[in-house]
Structures are given as structure tokens and as C-alpha cells.
């Protein structure tokens, strides 16, 4: 049913249907309109201008920051310079000296070739612009404001070019309202420098902030590059990819299975040298991990894509961080071979390190701590078996699980086997009670019916989840103050993140305080986690809220976020535990909507009916 627009209006009072005429806008108001796409913050802006800095052909780039970018910013490089009489086009409009025509559109081999970065800065900041090339004898220099721009004017400078960028959104003050605190904006500005500097080792970089140095790289080999970056641990837990066919070539580091991290924080794809998020590449990577890494868990890597630049646009979105493949499906089969292969190299034809740490002792150590069950564990040597009589019925369940419980309940003392329950009518519940514990995985009870089987992490994960549901909803989420904080390494982001996001933090019952540029502490966490989750459970939050902002973390992404807690906070496998415990999960269950399917969708329990059991073993045949 269509509505008229005064009944549109009463019900939007900021809708209005006063309509003009048909216009022009101005230039001032169009590049301002695109900086909102292009320059979303200093960290867009800095992307930009490294990036012209590389395709001028620079070997030297120096980045100084002041108030995280948006006070002052400014890139320096020893590239081919701008001559004269083409500086003031630099500041103008879809003025490009990188590409001429559509058939260089569509095999785009430079970072930049649009031609809106720098006008819409001019648009929206006070730049200044000053250049010199081989052949000038000295530098010039223009300044734009409001994108009004200066007459050229010399000045001293070495060869090559600096943009500086002062006071970024100064003219749209609703617009600057939208920009995080200094520190937030540093650290995504940190993010896109090390992006870059990762792409070209054979170029020198540098950065400061608040006359700080922060990072002093110079050229190197692509595996120095990385391990300056990324740390030694990485570089430790890496395999080395290098693969080609077709007129492709990928290569680059990947981590093994032993080196994982909670977040996506330490993923770096490049096609032909320019960073990309895209989900054919993201896809091929996952499978090439899924029989090897829990699926809590996400494999690090920095990885490089060669690929004849007709066979990919790059002209998708405004940030030029999105591609299409013209054949995405080869692409796909070869990035996944191409790394399935390096993850599959035996560790005994690697090259040996002093610093490698064993490989089976590190995958011992990371299933441990990921509670993976996918992988079995060791056979555990077999002993002699101490059988007792009925009246000790409870000496050989101690022999198989290690129970040391009370041996006076009832059932003892009338000597009956704990195997053995006769469930009365009152006492008849629907998953029944607990016999015992199967391989750390399975619980195993007796009902009326015959056997249930139940999966105790993915139903206890779904009762975990529940209740943090009801929990959050009604504003009553348990909190349990930590004693002892627990102190973690953290990147810039995180830091940022964990000062900007305090009261969504709260919400979801975390008190995270920063104890140094690089370590945060969980101080206060949800009750129904455990302890010894608390780093993961605390990264997996942040990086939420860094991605997605904390109004889409708590409404939209809601779910998937109390999720990744739940699994947290559930029981592990090869967790022992005891008959109360296995008994108290099966009530829960009973008592928790849709427990029959863990978050994930897969199920939680099965029933094995006596019929079925005597047809398995043909009782009455």
C-alpha cells in the first residue's frame, strides 16, 4: 500500500519533500562528496599517497603523523618528482598521469590511476604540495584550501615529492565528528603503512608519530621484511610458499598449524602488489587449512599473488582494497594447491633451524590449548585391569575413570552397579543419567528408551549460549572480578579498540584496561567463562568491535559474537568429568531451547534405542 508523503513526513519528521531544480554542484561540493568514499580517515589518506609514492618509483619513503593523522600528515619520497608546469593538475579532478584510455583501465599495472586522492584531501584538508624532478633545478610548491589552490611557488626540497595534509575535515565538522581518538586513528594509520611496507621490501620505509619514531625499515629480502613485521614467532611457525604455473605466481610465508591466532588480525594478501581482502582468495585459504586447524582458530600469513593484470579489475570499490578475477575459479584452484602443498611439505624436508620448535610437540601444545578433538590423541598404554566384586561395584569405575567420589550414596551401599539404573517413573528424565564418559568427547546415559550419546562440548556451547542470550537482553550479565588480571600482548588496534569501546565492553561484561602501547589486561570478564580463556575470549570481542563497530557487534552480529563467547566458556574435549557434572548438563539441556543442535547446527545428541541395540547384536534371532 503506497503512502502519501505528508504521511511519510509526519511519521519521519527529518524526511522532506521539497524538491529543486535540477543543478550542477560545484567542484568544491563534489570532491567533497568523494573524500567521504575515498578518504574515509588519515589511514585511507596515508594508503593513497604511499601508493603514489610507489608509482613514482621512490626507494625512500618517510611518514610523519601528528594527532593519529588528522592534525598533520605527511609523506616524503625520493621519486621521479612532478615537473613545473604539471603541478597544479595534481590537485585537480580525474588528472592521472597513470592511465589514457579504457584499454589501460582494464590492465591497470599502477597502485593509483583514478585521480580523486588528492583532490578530495584538497577538498576536505589543507594541503601543501611540493616537488621537484631530475631536471628542475630547484623544487615548487602549491597549497590548496577549500580546493581553492595557490599559484606554484619555488622552494627547497631534494628530488622527489612531499604532500603534506593539515587539519583533515576542518571545513565538514559533522564529518570530523565521525574520526576516533588519536590513538584508534594512529593505529589504523600503523595498519596501512605496515600493508604497504610489506608489498615492497625493496623500497626503505619509515614512520613517526608525534616526533616519534615508530618503525625505521630498511631494503631487505621479502622474509626479513615479514619477520620485522610480523616478529619471529611467525617467522618460526611459517612454511615458505613459492608456486607458479599458468602465468601465476603465489608466494610468500603462511603459518603452520602450530602458529594459529584467535583473530583474522595477521592476514595479508596481495594481488600484484596491492593489498586485497576478496572472497575467492579468503575461501581457497580455508579449505587449504580445514583438516589441519580447529575451526576457533585462523592461520597467519603474508602472501603474494603475480597475475597478468588483464586477468583482474581492480577498479571495484573506491578503496581499490576489492578485485574481480576475470577466471576465479582457476584462481581458486590454484591458490588452494599451491598452499595445501606447501602446509603438506614433511617437516623432515625443511631446512633445519635452531630456532624451530618441534612440530609435534608444538601441534601437541596447540590441541591442547584449542580443544580440538578432531585430531586423536595417543593411544595410552594398556595396564592390568583390577576387577572387584559387587560389593566394591564402585573400585572398578574408579579403575576406568579415576573417580574418587563418595562411595556411601545409596545405590552402593545395596551393592548395585553404578552401570545398572532402574529408573522409576519420578525419577525418569528425558536424556536420563549419566553412565560414563566416552574417549573426553561423548557423555553416555541410559534413559527409559536404551543409550543416549551427547557431544558434551557442542551442548554445552549451546546452553552457554542461552543463557548469555537471556543474560544480555535483560541487562544482567553475571561479571566476575579477576583477582590476578590477565595481562596479554596486543597490537595498536587492540589497544585503540579496548580505549574507544569501554562501554560496549561493559556490555558484554569485560573491563579491559591498557597497561602499556602494546599489552592490555583483562580485569573483570562474564562469569560463565572460564579463566583461562580470558586473552581469546578478550581478542575475539575486540576484534569484533574493530571490524564492525560496536552498534553492528551488538545487534546484528550479536549472535555471532555470544557464539564465539559460548564456545569459549564450554566444556572441552578431553576434559574429565565427573557423574554430577555429566548429570548437570544433561537437566540443562532438557531445560534449554533448542539444545538439540549446537550454534554451529550440527547435533548435540543421539538416542540409541534397546530395539536398535538388540538388532545390532541380532538378540532374538
Known amino acids: 500500500m503506497s503512502h502519501p508523503a505528508s504521511v511519510i513526513m509526519a511519521r519521519n519528521p ?96 599502477s597502485m593509483g590511476f583514478r585521480g580523486e586522492a588528492l583532490a578530495s584531501m584538497a577538498s576536505v584538508a589543507q594541503v601543501t604540495l611540493t616537488s621537484r624532478n631530475a631536471s628542475a633545478a630547484h623544487a615548487w610548491q602549491i597549497q590548496a584550501v577549500d580546493g581553492t589552490q595557490s599559484a606554484a611557488s619555488p622552494a627547497a626540497h631534494a628530488h622527489g615529492t612531499s604532500v603534506e595534509m593539515r587539519e583533515l575535515y576542518f571545513n565538514t565538522p559533522a ?28 623500497v626503505a620505509f619509515s614512520l613517526q608519530h608525534n616526533n616519534r619514531v615508530v618503525w625505521q625499515l630498511p631494503v631487505c629480502a621479502l622474509a626479513q621484511r615479514i619477520t620485522a613485521l610480523l616478529g619471529d614467532e611467525f617467522a618460526q611457525g611459517a612454511v615458505t610458499v613459492d ?55 585462523h592461520p597467519a600469513f603474508v602472501l603474494f599473488l603475480d597475475i597478468p593484470p588483464e586477468q583482474v579489475d581492480v577498479n571495484v570499490h573506491p578503496a581499490k582494497i576489492e578485485v574481480r578475477f576475470r577466471e576465479s575459479q582457476k584462481i581458486h584452484q590454484f591458490v588452494f594447491h599451491a598452499l595445501q602443498q606447501a602446509l603438506g611439505t614433511p617437516m623432515t624436508e625443511a631446512t633445519p633451524s635452531s630456532h624451530t620448535v618441534g612440530a609435534a610437540s608444538a601441534a601437541t601444545t596447540y590441541r591442547q590449548q584449542a580443544g580440538s578433538y ?54 525418569a528424565q528425558p536424556l536420563g543419567h549419566a553412565l560414563a564418559q566416552l574417549s573426553g568427547i561423548y557423555i553416555l546415559a541410559q534413559n527409559e528408551q536404551g543409550l543416549v550419546v551427547v557431544d558434551m562440548h557442542a551442548a554445552h556451547e549451546r546452553i552457554v549460549y542461552e543463557k548469555l542470550k537471556t543474560a544480555l537482553d535483560a541487562q544482567q550479565l553475571p561479571i566476575q572480578q579477576l583477582i590476578i588480571p590477565v595481562s596479554f600482548a596486543a597490537s595498536a588496534l587492540d589497544v585503540a579498540t579496548a580505549e574507544e569501546e569501554q562501554e560496549a565492553l561493559a556490555q558484554l561484561g569485560f573491563d579491559l584496561a591498557p597497561l602499556s602501547p602494546t599489552t592490555l589486561a583483562v580485569r573483570a570478564m562474564p562469569a560463565m567463562l572460564k579463566q583461562s580463556h580470558a586473552e581469546t575470549a578478550a581478542r575475539d570481542v575486540l576484534h569484533e568491535l574493530r571490524e564492525f563497530g560496536a552498534s553492528r557487534a551488538l545487534t546484528e552480529r550479536r549472535n555471532e559474537l555470544l557464539a564465539t563467547l559460548a564456545c569459549h566458556a564450554a566444556v572441552r574435549a578431553n576434559q574429565n568429568l565427573t557423574l554430577p557434572e555429566m548429570n548437570t548438563i544433561l537437566r540443562e539441556m532438557e531445560q534449554t531451547e533448542r539444545s538439540g543442535q549446537c550454534n554451529h547446527g550440527r547435533p548435540t545428541w543421539f538416542q540409541i534405542s534397546m530395539v536398535e541395540l538388540d538388532a545390532m547384536f541380532m538378540r532374538g534371532k
Open 175 to 202: 564529518r570530523r565528528k565521525f574520526l576516533k581518538s588519536e590513538g584508534t586513528e594512529f593505529a589504523y594509520c600503523e595498519e596501512a603503512f605496515k600493508r604497504i611496507a610489506l608489498s615492497r621490501p625493496d
Open 374 to 427: 578432531t585430531t586423536p590423541a595417543p593411544s595410552p598404554l594398556q595396564h592390568t585391569m583390577p576387577l572387584r566384586t559387587t560389593a566394591e561395584p564402585l573400585a572398578f569405575y574408579d579403575a576406568m575413570f579415576g573417580r574418587k567420589e563418595e562411595s556411601e550414596n545409596q545405590e552402593t551401599k545395596n551393592g548395585i552397579s553404578p552401570f545398572t539404573f532402574h529408573i522409576s517413573p519420578q525419577e
Open 243 to 297: 608456486h607458479q604455473a599458468a602465468g601465476l605466481h603465489l608466494y610468500g610465508m603462511a603459518s603452520q598449524p602450530a602458529y594459529s591466532r584467535a583473530t583474522r588480525d595477521a592476514q595479508y594478501f596481495f594481488v600484484n602488489g596491492r593489498f586485497v581482502r576478496d572472497k575467492v582468495l579468503a575461501h581457497a585459504l580455508r579449505q587449504a587449512y580445514q583438516d589441519i586447524l580447529h575451526h576457533q582458530r
Open 14 to 109: 527529518f524526511l522532506h519533500t521539497r524538491m529543486s531544480a535540477i543543478q550542477l554542484l560545484p567542484d568544491l561540493l563534489i570532491n567533497q562528496i568523494a573524500a567521504g568514499e575515498v578518504i574515509e580517515r588519515p589511514a585511507s589518506a596515508l594508503k593513497e599517497l604511499m601508493e603514489n609514492s610507489l608509482d613514482a618509483g621512490a626507494t625512500e619513503i618517510a611518514v610523519q603523523l601528528e594527532g593519529g593523522g588528522v592534525k598533520l600528515l605527511r609523506v616524503r619520497d625520493n621519486g621521479g618528482g612532478i615537473a613545473p608546469d604539471e603541478l597544479p593538475f595534481a590537485l585537480m579532478r580525474h588528472a592521472t598521469s597513470k592511465i589514457a584510455s579504457l584499454d589501460d583501465l582494464q590492465r591497470v599495472a
